[in-house]
């Protein structure tokens, strides 16, 4: 079934990049000189790797810091942990100053 919408039919209509060569986006490398383009259909750029590579470092991480805990543990048994109110609150402030673009509070 032929389904006719204003000018699609047209004879002056063409195929998407008809005529025109298609090119690849190369990766350069610093000072301009372009990256050997390696022999499989699949090219990772320099960025996407590094991406991966800090990716695998998080995930590697511990998600607690245990010897800081600890310490602070010790300190708090130890009675000798202290609570600086002045170091939360400008904690506090600069939390408040980094969240306000994204509130529209100024």
Not at 5 to 32: H, K, M
Not at 71 to 99: C, F, H, P, R, W
């Amino acid at each position: 079934m032929a389904s006719k919408i204003s000018g699609v039919d047209s004879p002056r209509t063409g195929a998407v990049g008809a005529g025109r060569a298609v090119e690849r986006v190369r990766e350069v490398l610093p000072g301009g000189k372009p990256a050997e383009q390696e022999s499989s259909g699949v090219h990772i750029t320099g960025t996407a790797r590094q991406l991966v590579e800090l990716e695998q470092m998080v995930k590697d991480m511990p998600a607690v810091d245990e010897a800081k805990v600890a310490a602070i543990s010790a300190q708090i048994e130890n009675g000798t942990y202290k609570v600086s109110g002045e170091k939360i609150a400008d904690s506090l402030m600069t939390i408040e100053q980094a969240l306000a673009p994204l509130t529209g509070k100024k």
